[in-house]
């Protein structure tokens, strides 16, 4: 049973189109309140070059996105969606974060301020899940996934944050700070 104070986090998860951090191409969100993932959000980005390297990672392609909208143009349907969130939530919740930053960053808006909780590290912390990549925690704690469909993954994010409600774990323990600014060029590798 999750305590009486859960906190409301929305799970996100982004798909990017290239190693810049401002090439959004898909981002999943599912809410978390009182325990239990409550409602989702799914939106194809349109990225800023017209490039998708990663298509044989997530199935996306250009003609895929080429019509969707700016992430700058999809910003207040995002940020209708973060109201009132205490938490963000990410599988390797450091990409997610650069990805979010990044995005703002090239669309000259602020980044959300607010502190991510990395599921990597909830589960290793809560059921000392290992290896703990989204397939391996989700086939341990039977959440169904379609890896690298940005609404799966966001989903299965959320799952994960509500099981370690469900038994009782401080989520908060798997916090990083909020996300102090984007790059907007290559990734570091």
């Known amino acids: 049973?999750?305590?009486?104070?859960?906190?409301?986090?929305?799970?996100?998860?982004?798909?990017?189109?290239?190693?810049?951090?401002?090439?959004?191409?898909?981002l999943g969100m599912a809410r978390v309140v009182d325990g239990r993932v409550t409602e989702h959000f799914i939106r194809l980005i349109r990225p800023p070059r017209p490039q998708v390297f990663y298509t044989h990672i997530h199935g996306l392609t250009w003609d895929t996105v080429k019509d969707a909208p700016a992430f700058a143009d999809l910003w207040p349907e995002i940020a209708a969606?973060?109201?009132?969130?205490d938490l963000l939530a990410a599988h390797n919740a450091g990409f997610d974060r650069a990805v979010m930053a990044g995005c703002c960053a090239a669309a000259g808006l602020a980044a959300p301020a607010l502190p991510y909780l990395?599921?990597?590290?909830?589960?290793?912390?809560?059921?000392?899940?290992?290896?703990?990549r989204l397939p391996d925690v989700c086939r341990y704690l039977a959440i169904p996934l379609n890896h690298h469909d940005a609404l799966s993954d966001a989903t299965a994010c959320a799952s994960i944050v509500a099981d370690a409600l469900a038994d009782g774990f401080d989520v908060t323990v798997a916090r990083l700070g909020p996300a102090k600014g984007g790059r907007?060029?290559?990734a570091a590798r």
């Open 118 to 132: 990395c599921t990597v590290k909830l589960a290793r912390a809560a059921w000392n899940v290992r290896p703990t």
């Open 1 to 26: 049973m999750p305590p009486a104070t859960s906190p409301h986090i929305v799970a996100i998860d982004f798909e990017t189109a290239d190693p810049g951090r401002d090439s959004a191409c898909a």
């Open 184 to 186: 907007t060029g290559r």
């Open 81 to 85: 969606f973060l109201a009132g969130a």
